[in-house]
């Protein structure tokens, strides 16, 4: 897997909102309750001043724990990977972040890979926010910046450096599965 690909309306319409709706209990406007459980995550790659983003985790899937919603969560790059005609061997890390909006001179996190295998990263965008994910080249350079949009998937070789932008409005909500 090579470059950056963007799936707009990556999975469909109604699971898109059901899967909003898990994480920020609003369904057509009603406050339900959320039934994702979150742990805070400080951002250490965005202190700024002795003070960083505040952004909270979930994890679906890692060497040391497994959530009740992967299955369910598994269905994203299930569906990505099947819409652009690769394998999907396995996921061996999933997680869900949350950030929200915080005033700083930074525009995203610090440039990084997930992991050092050869890999592939599915970032799915359960809301719509700012705070872009950017994308380096070996230089640092921006290569390019995609804007989270509901139900859209990025695809990329996860030896590509990328951060996540820092949302400045409203929260920011990705699900980002390293897969094999």
Known sequence: MDGIQIIENAIPEKLADYFETMIFGICDGV???PVIDF???REPTAIEANSSPISYKHVLKSDAEQSQYLNLFSIIPQLVCQRMK???RDIPY???FLTNPYE???AHMQPHTDLQI???VVLYYVNDADGDTVFFDENNKIIKSVTPKKGTAVLFNGHILHAGGIPKKNSRCIVNYNIL
């Open 31 to 33: 406050e339900v309750e």
């Open 39 to 41: 742990r805070v995550k």
């Open 86 to 88: 690769i394998p999907l």
């Open 94 to 96: 999933a997680r869900i």
């Open 104 to 106: 700083s001179d930074n």
């Open 118 to 120: 050869d890999h592939g």
